[in-house]
């Protein structure tokens, strides 16, 4: 099973930032959080990943708690090709171990 | 591009034939992995190889399923005898071995193929 919940979808205007939250309570310490997205009838696409400190890429923004029981996605500027489903995943250090997905929150953004 | 191909997009077929889907990737990576994805569902695990030793698999991955990675490259996934329940998008993702101590191996997924089983 996840070790993570998402809400099921969220709306964001065009423009708006997203912030899509993720809780991950169960998180071990060698676990990282990542988190994917998957447009419509594409393989999911990595967005960002990080261990305990916020990171930043030129796709997103992720915020993890200080606990590290939950994370949040910020996409600063949605627009229409941002909608998508996105998974927020943890995983352990090391190579070999596969990704176990929930089913990820869809996001819709609106005009 | 995420440097992975997969052949074909999409694939009809009648129950009780077999199918067969490859993998390919673009650049060197030593790990490659197989998911399933059903309508309204996240990706499911099938099996992964370091080069072309299979090393898991997963309950999902019933004896009508076999994959092989025979040079350590490309991959293919064959469903034997097909059945409606194996309709479905399967995704094939590689994982680089890491670069610098303690960064993460990022899984890399191809486009998928989607099976319709009539």
């Known amino acids: 099973d996840a070790k993570t919940t998402q809400p099921p979808s969220m709306d964001c205007a065009e423009g708006r930032a997203a912030n899509l939250p993720c809780n991950h309570s169960?998180?071990?310490?060698?676990?990282?959080v990542y988190w994917y997205r998957q447009i419509h009838s594409q393989g999911p696409q990595y967005i960002i990943h990080?261990?305990?400190n916020n990171e930043t890429n030129e796709m997103a923004s992720l915020i993890i708690t200080e606990d590290r029981k939950s994370s949040t996605l910020i996409l600063p500027h949605a627009t229409l090709r941002d909608t998508a489903v996105y998974y927020c995943?943890?995983?352990?250090?090391?190579?070999?171990?596969?990704?176990?997905f929930g089913k990820g929150t869809r996001l819709l953004v609106k005009p | 591009d995420t440097g992975v191909s997969q052949d074909p997009r999409h694939k009809i077929t009648k129950r009780g034939q077999n199918v067969t889907f490859r993998c390919d990737p673009i650049?060197?990576?030593?790990?490659l992995y197989w998911y399933r994805q059903t309508l309204g569902q996240g990706p499911e695990f099938l099996t992964y190889f370091q080069n072309e030793a299979q090393l898991e698999k997963s309950r999902l991955l019933s004896d009508r399923f076999s994959a092989e990675r025979p040079k350590g490259s490309f991959s293919t996934l064959e469903i034997q005898r097909t059945e409606q329940g194996d309709s479905a998008m399967y995704l094939c993702a590689l994982q680089a071995a890491a670069q610098t101590s303690g960064d993460q191996e990022t899984q890399y997924f191809g486009p998928g193929t989607r099976l319709l089983v009539l």
């Open positions: 995943i943890v995983m352990p250090e090391g190579q070999g171990f596969s990704f176990i």
């Open positions: 169960t998180i071990s310490g060698n676990e990282y």
């Open positions: 990080g261990l305990k």
């Open positions: 650049s060197e990576h030593n790990r």
